[in-house]
């Protein structure tokens, strides 16, 4: 079946750590994106790529980073620097580019221990 | 202002009734309109998208779109317990590299 697959579903970061956050797709689309939701926020853009190679700063950047080395793949890290990381984290794909819809995976939540 | 506004709700209504979910966007623009459906502790799944102005029926869900006063709405009819979630707007915003931006949501509650 065709799909986002994020892992993994839940994850506990000390504090000083970096953690990587996975996010796969098997739907043959050129965009990605991450997001973070606050609990009872809507969806704020951290990063997006439209092409292997290639990737662009979203509204909350600060203190994560990404990489696009495959079209299929799109990781997050969340470092050090990132103050307040607790939060529930989705990728989604789409096949037009932004502005077009947008596909979730199942989402990471995030806790610092 | 915020770019794309929702009633963060709760919104109560009484099964079989018709739930109203309205959002509101800035950029004059914007030409897609996206309404997800969230359930607690879930990922947000997409149920409508829109792009020209008046009604899109898909099954129990009707979106309508008005360009001219920025305006965008769900209508879920005969309204079920398991339609209880959030609510998602999401609008491409040309001003902002034609990138989606979403709501805050509104939380349907369906009444038994």
């Known amino acids: 079946d065709g799909g986002i697959t994020q892992s993994p579903k839940y994850l506990f970061r000390k504090e000083g750590q970096n953690v990587t956050l996975s996010c796969e797709q098997n739907?043959?689309?050129?965009?990605m994106y991450w997001y973070r939701q606050d609990p009872g926020q809507g969806l704020r853009l951290i990063y997006y790529s439209q092409i292997v190679n290639d990737f662009q700063k979203g509204d909350i950047a600060e203190g994560y980073s990404v990489s696009r080395e495959k079209k299929e793949s799109f990781p997050l890290t969340v470092t050090s620097a990132q103050k307040n990381p607790t939060a529930f984290y989705l990728c989604?794909?789409?096949?037009?580019?932004?502005?077009?819809?947008?596909?979730f995976g199942q989402g990471t939540r995030l806790t610092v221990v | 202002q915020k770019e794309v506004e929702q009633n963060s709700g709760p919104l109560s209504v009484p099964e079989g009734a018709i739930a109203s979910l309205n959002c509101t966007y800035s950029?004059?623009?914007?030409?897609?309109f996206f309404w997800y459906r969230q359930y607690s502790g879930k990922s947000p799944e997409l149920i409508m998208f829109i792009y020209s102005n008046g009604d899109k029926e898909d099954g129990r869900f009707t979106a309508q779109l008005n360009k001219a006063s920025q305006y965008v709405s769900l209508l879920i009819r005969d309204s079920q317990p398991s339609d209880s979630a959030t609510y998602l707007c999401?609008?491409?915003?040309?001003?902002?590299?034609?990138?989606?931006?979403f709501g805050g949501g509104t939380r349907l509650m369906v009444k038994p």
């Open positions: 739907l043959n689309h050129d965009a």
């Open positions: 999401a609008v491409n915003m040309i001003n902002a590299g034609n990138m989606l931006t």
């Open positions: 950029d004059r623009g914007s030409q897609s």
């Open positions: 989604a794909s789409s096949i037009g580019g932004p502005g077009t819809e947008a596909f």
